[in-house]
């Protein structure tokens, strides 16, 4: 019986050992800097602590598995263990001693499990008595929100080493006499925040009067439902350097007041990001947030290096309140974006002046996203804004105030300047810069009556330039120098409207540049602009347009890495570019291509590219799944096409052929048609030409006549002249003549009317019929001609005789027939029309009229 139960434990003990052994298996060990083992065992689905890893370990990576329980002993061999994580488990007990012979851990993190807190087992962490950092935030929440949460002291109280602790707050919290143990804690965060505005609840002066007073940084961040302070809160904590807020709906008003403890001191971050929400909006605390002299009188006075102040409602602020700080020489970072400030007046102008120009240190400005409520903004992060000297696809702003003829001078310790998405823009701005460290400039989606005009200064060391969403026409920059511009942005520009007006939309020169986006901005061409002769480009992004080739340039940018043509209307790639993009492979400096979603072509047109798609080395992002349009607009893979040319193509030979016979038919019949066009139409075509040749003389001389001819008739003639000589002269051949009964105004005397439209005409032509003398006028505009014709420039007095003997002809006519054309034309139309001698006469009438 023995023997069966000493087998039995050996069994179990093989079991357990080949177990754990698995388990340790699927472990991987790295060695850290000096050189000790880490043990990474995250994401292995293991339900308990391995025990057969190397006993040496530093530190022991266990999250994201299946640990429900924390037993005794459970570390017991890795006594040199460091660090230990077991976040994202789902451990919800641990056992007394299950931290036994850990003494040299220093961080624990056991966040994101099932940890009930409130009985944690009174000396949990008792061995733990090097422990510097514990997260055990991000646990169970109670089932009763509505009662007090005691915090277990307790087991804290043992944790006497420990600096930072990061837990969750509970509604009516309770922290115990326990946690004054805690003399070297500088650092409490509160991950998780319960906390609401219900059963009269609210964060009581007293809530932290037994933390130590050494506590150098203060997170109650997240809470996002309205919830009471009391203004005493922080009275605990007098030395208090970062104390945040953010995204905790305590409204403005009450954030502010609870500073009362911290006035006159020193602190590096206050973060009051998003403490107000538009789910607040009551009388004591309204949406819309005014600052006053009152609610600034703690602020003021602290040396604060960063504020961040972004989405809390302000609407406005009174004389000096927002920009009065007592320190503004203690500013490194002051962020205000994402408020509803309106277009300033003078003085507040003034103020923000002052306050900028004694703000000597600082780096950072951000006041984006003004006036309006905007969706989805960008927000810099106050403790690390050095991540935008990164050049992320995020924004920055500098707030300029609504006003005529500014001219602002830029700190030495400006950095960065971000003042996009704004609707507040100035008639005319100027920004000058004396020693300037601006690397970071973006003014990107604003809108502009006249762009900000920089000095040269301030561009000296710009590394990063977006002006995105700014039609192009507008900005102002001259022909200068960026020797340090290294990333440009003009997303939106509207740059196709200076490329189809053919002006240059870029002058400035930077040498260094290295990455630039222009996409979206309906290009078609850039072959004309001189900007990308920049030598040293390597990410150009040219997506999101209109190109239905690349550009030739590009062959230029030998430097190029990355080259972004998605998303526009490319049918095929030319053969310069394909031989380019061969000579780049060679090289071994091949830029990463991206044409995706164009509108490529398969068809006999492009059979050259298909060949050479299918047989070159260049790689396409996205490449095998480019398709393109083959006959009757069927979409179909590009490497299909280009793998099976015989299969889509085989009738290729045959339609070059084709082609060609219907080039040369269409070649000759295209010089043939001309010619004959041309002889057939000779005296027209150089009747026009001296028409145009006579113009521009007389536009020389200064003889500008209205009309090309003064026609005298009687009435007979009126119905000859309305369907015969009118539609010839006018419609025809596009003269302007003057007839009295159409052309002079009434009213006028008729003598004078007569008189000035003969001498605004360059001919006159008189239409003698047997009865014209019977006129009234006919004489008297015989003898204005003659007037003319010998006074003036009156080119010729022509006649056209109808159905007249010669002896009826006006003596006044034969006096001066020496200088008088003769033409005799019948008075029926129909014979006119139908007569080869009368289309004579016709075309002898356009020669005199058309020839000087």
Known sequence: MKMNQIRRMFLLSVMITIVNGNQSMSCTYKWNIENKPIAHCENQGLTSVPRNLKR??????????LIRKLQKDSFVRYAKMEILILSKNHISEIQEDAFAGLHLLKVLKVNDNMINIKILPERVFRHLSNLIDLDISLNNKPLDANTKFVYPDGAFSTLRSLQNLSIDLFMFPEFGAGFSSLQNLTVLKFSRCYLR????????????????????ELYISGCRNFFLLEDGLLEYFPDLKILDLSESYVHLYQALRILRPLQHKNMSVINFHHISDNSINEDDFPYSVVITVELMKYLKTICIEALDLSKTGIVGYHQNSLFSFEHPKCFRTFIISANRLPATTPYHST????????????????????????????????????????????MKYFQIPSQRNISYSLPSSIEFLRFTHIQITPTSASITCKNTSLKYLDVSYGVYIHYPKFSEDCVKQLEYLDISGIPVAIITFPSMLLPKLSVLKMTDARIDQ???KGREWMSFKAPALREVDISFNNIWTLEETTFFEQPHITHLNMSNNLFRTIPNFVTKLQNLDSLDLSNNLITSIDYNIRVWLDIMIHSKRFPNLNLDNNAFICSCDTLDFLLWFENTNVTFHNGDNYTCTISKNKQILLKEVAKNIKKYFADC??????????????SAFGIFVPLSLLYNYRWNIILYMYRKVRRVVEKNLHENYIYDAYVSYEERSVLWIQKCLLPKIEEEWGLKVCLHDRDLLPGDITADAKAESIQQSRHVVFIITEHFTEGKW???EIDRAKYEKYTTNLRKIIVILQNIRIED???EIVNISNDVCFIEMALDENEIIN??????DWLKLKALLYLN
């Not at 007569?835 to 004579?840: E, G, K, L, W």
Request: hydrophobic share 40%.
């Open 197 to 216: 505005n219900s059963s009269r609840f609210r964060l009581l002066n007293s809530t932290f009067k037994h933390f130590s007073a050494n506590l150098k």
């Open 351 to 394: 103020q923000v002046y002052i306050f900028f120009m004694n703000a000597i240190n600082m780096k950072v400005y951000d006041c984006s996203y003004l006036t309006i409520d905007y969706s989805n903004p960008v927000y810099v992060n106050v403790y690390h804004t050095e991540a935008f000297y990164h050049f992320p696809k995020s």
């Open 835 to 840: 007569s080869t001698d009368n289309q004579r």
């Open 498 to 500: 200076i490329v189809r």
């Open 778 to 780: 006919g004489r008297f």
């Open 653 to 666: 030979e045959a339609t070059l052929w084709l082609h060609v016979g219907i080039i040369l038919v269409a």
């Open 56 to 65: 040496d370990i530093t530190e022991l990576i266990l999250s994201n598995n």
């Open 809 to 811: 002809i006006p003596d």
